[in-house]
């Protein structure tokens, strides 16, 4: 009993006990670490407790600001495209061609996927490598194939406007600079240096019909 005559676990629970801890790291800084964590190993390679590791943070802390890891992915993924792979999208808004705009992002991506300080190659490519996540897998390849999608409608679209041959072959073109973009961003990882993708780039570009020529 306290001086009053109350129990004293009565009066115990009368006083308010403090709130939960406020978030204690930069969320932002721990979601380019998780980005980077994905970008160099994959998503299936990358455990849970890699991630704690690289973001610093405890697993409840993860949890509590990102959900699972699928959803951390995600919010990686997105980030991603927003912050080191909209260059392709760049260039087919911005250039007048569609020859234009894959000399532009080949180019590019012969930079990107090279920059000192960052893990090689694109994350898109080889994120959902070995994966046994179905919707990773998809979701990645629906991204590779969107990003097609709209290279194959410029292409057509210079058809229509007489820019390119009336007999191109744009569902071809389109695939065959996705196939480049992809082998780029492989050889990257396995050490090609920037001149050496920038070479490629150039080579491919070869097979492209002159604007407004004959094909033959």
């Known amino acids: 009993m306290d001086d009053a005559g109350a129990p004293r676990d009565v009066a115990r629970a009368a006083v308010p006990r403090p709130r939960g ?13 998780a980005l980077l964590a994905f970008w160099e ?12 590791r690289a973001m610093d943070i405890g697993a409840p802390s993860l949890y509590a600001a990102f959900g699972d890891k699928r959803s951390l992915f995600d919010e990686a993924v997105a980030v991603y495209m927003a912050r080191y792979g909209s260059f392709a999208d760049r260039a087919l808004a911005e250039e007048p061609t569609a020859r234009a705009a894959v ?6 991506a012969a ?10 190659g694109s994350l898109v490519a080889h994120a959902a490598a070995n994966c046994s996540n179905a919707e990773v897998e998809r979701s990645l390849r629906e991204r590779r194939l ?12 210079d058809i229509d406007a007489g ?3 009336a007999d191109t072959d744009a569902a071809a073109l389109a695939r065959h600079t996705g196939a480049v973009i992809q082998g780029m961003s492989q050889q990257a990882r396995d050490g090609a240096a920037r001149e050496a993708l920038e070479s490629l ?4 570009m070869t ?8 094909t033959g």
């Open 146 to 157: 969107a990003a097609l999608a709209a290279l194959e409608s410029r292409i057509r679209a």
């Open 201 to 204: 780039a150039r080579m491919s």
């Open 111 to 120: 930079a990107a996927y090279t920059e000192p300080g960052r893990p090689r």
């Open 163 to 165: 820019v390119l041959p």
């Open 207 to 214: 097979v492209w019909p002159r604007d407004g020529g004959p």
């Open 21 to 33: 801890r406020p978030r204690s790291f930069d969320r932002e800084a721990a979601l380019e670490k």
């Open 103 to 108: 000399e532009r992002m080949l180019r590019e």
């Open 41 to 52: 190993h994959g998503y299936e390679v990358t455990s849970v407790a890699d991630l704690t």
